[in-house]
């Protein structure tokens, strides 16, 4: 295994750890129940897929592509019957969300119709036709009503729909929350909602640029989340890596090569 690894030499013998191991989280680490991401090698180096009920911070850099990985994600949580929740980014529509999972051969519309997939909406932009009852807006809130709204209709509703058997998986864009609601707002409120959200048991990727948001938010945000998946551009190549996970693991960097198939990216 490469790295510089730390060799405590005693009369018992040589005890080596390896540099690619943080500290367990006994806690998950030990849940047996995973998600799947779709992506072989990345479910492969976060021990099966992310755990249930954890909180993941996907860092993307500002020229990477993460459009196949959000793709495979979402595919994947269709087809195990879970529910989606997505928080929207500035950049993406619900048009466009629709467009790339129906790239992966999955209709979002059925889920709507089941009511397992529901949009919050920072943005007043125009909607597809019948789907306004699927998507919160919250434009036009002041960060207390947002809590509210949050607090009293959001998580309730999942908490409700969970304890009628539907899992759930949420997305994210932490960005979008810091552009339109405040750093702040962020280091005072986002701790609590990772915390309900895990409590119900919901799996969230939280998608972010560390860059972006500064080292303060950056390293509150590797503190509470559970695992930390990077991805970079350097030079002609992309990379990803996983830097924090449950079971103490971290991988090596891989390179994100484009393929023909599903899911159109591979780690290699």
């Known amino acids: 295994m490469e790295g510089e690894h730390i060799f405590d030499i005693s009369d018992d013998g040589i005890y080596v750890l390896p540099a690619a191991q943080t500290v ?13 991401t779709g992506i072989s090698k990345l479910d492969h180096v976060l021990g099966g897929g992310m755990t249930r009920g954890a909180v993941y911070v996907l860092d993307t850099g500002s020229k990477t592509n ?28 619900i048009h466009e969300l629709r467009s790339l999972v129906s790239f992966f051969g999955t209709e979002l519309d059925q889920l709507k119709e089941q009511k397992k997939l529901y949009f919050i909406e920072h943005y007043d932009r125009p909607l597809p036709t019948g789907w306004e009852d699927a998507v919160f807006r919250v434009w036009n809130m002041t960060n207390e009503e947002y809590e509210g709204f949050l607090r009293n209709q959001c998580f309730s509703m999942l908490k409700d729909s969970k304890s009628k058997g539907t899992n759930w998986f949420a997305s ?19 701790a609590k909602e990772a915390a309900v959200l895990r409590s119900i ?9 560390f860059k972006e948001v500064g080292e303060q938010v950056a390293s509150f945000l590797e503190r509470i989340s559970n695992g930390v998946i990077q991805t ?14 449950p079971d103490g693991q971290i991988s090596q960097p891989y390179l994100l090569e484009s393929i023909e198939e599903k899911p159109y990216i591979r780690l290699v």
């Open 24 to 36: 367990k989280d006994q806690y998950l680490s030990d849940r047996e129940e995973k998600v799947k």
């Open 66 to 93: 993460f459009r196949e990985v959000i793709g495979a994600i979402y595919e994947e949580r269709v087809k195990a019957g879970d529910g989606i929740l997505s928080l929207l980014s500035g950049s993406q529509t």
């Open 172 to 190: 994210y864009d932490l960005n979008t929350v810091i552009n339109e609601r405040g750093t702040d707002y962020v280091l005072t409120s986002f």
């Open 201 to 209: 048991g919901v799996t969230v990727l939280v998608l972010c640029n």
């Open 232 to 245: 970079w551009v350097d030079g002609s190549y992309q990379y990803l890596q996983v830097t924090k996970s």
